[in-house]
C-alpha cells in the first residue's frame, strides 16, 4: 500500500521550533518532487515549499522563507520540514505530497494540487502562548 504519513506536529510557544516528517511507504520519495502544504482554520490550503527530485532545488513562499527548511533523507526515504521562528499564523493543518514531475522547486510551486498523486493524513500544528 503506498501511502504518505506525516508526523512531528504538536503545540509550541511562538519563537518555537518543530521538525515535520513525511515518510513514504511502498514509494521511492527520491523519484517525486514533495511539497509541504497547510490549511489553517476557516482558509484554503496553501502550498508552502517544495524539494525537486530532479536536481535537489528547494523554494519557499514568502510567509515561510527564512524560517523553514525542506530536505530529504533517502536512506529513511523521508522529507523533513524544520520550521523555526514560528509564529500563531503558522497554526494550521500541514500536509505532503508527492508528485512525479521531474523539474525545479520553484516550477512545482505552480503546479495545481489535482496533479499531485499522493497525499498524507496530515499532522497539527499549534503555535501558541
Known amino acids: 500500500q503506498v501511502q504518505l504519513v506525516e508526523s512531528g506536529g504538536g503545540l509550541v510557544q511562538p519563537g518555537g521550533s518543530l521538525r515535520l516528517s513525511c515518510a513514504g511507504s511502498?514509494?521511492?520519495?527520491?523519484?517525486?518532487?514533495i511539497g509541504w502544504f497547510r490549511q489553517a482554520p476557516g482558509k484554503d490550503r496553501e502550498g508552502i515549499s517544495w524539494i525537486s527530485a530532479s536536481d535537489g532545488s528547494t523554494y519557499y513562499t514568502d510567509s515561510v522563507k527564512g524560517r523553514f527548511t525542506i530536505s530529504r533523507d533517502n536512506l529513511r526515504n523521508t522529507v523533513y520540514l524544520q520550521m523555526n521562528s514560528l509564529k500563531s499564523e503558522d497554526t494550521a493543518v500541514y500536509y505532503c505530497?508527492?508528485?512525479?514531475?521531474?523539474?525545479?522547486?520553484?516550477?512545482?510551486?505552480?503546479?495545481?494540487?489535482?496533479?499531485?498523486?499522493?497525499w498524507g493524513q496530515g499532522t497539527q500544528v499549534t503555535v501558541s502562548s
Open positions: 511502498g514509494l521511492a520519495l527520491d523519484s517525486f518532487a
Open positions: 505530497a508527492a508528485h512525479n514531475r521531474q523539474t525545479t522547486a520553484q516550477a512545482m510551486a505552480f503546479s495545481p494540487e489535482w496533479e499531485y498523486d499522493y
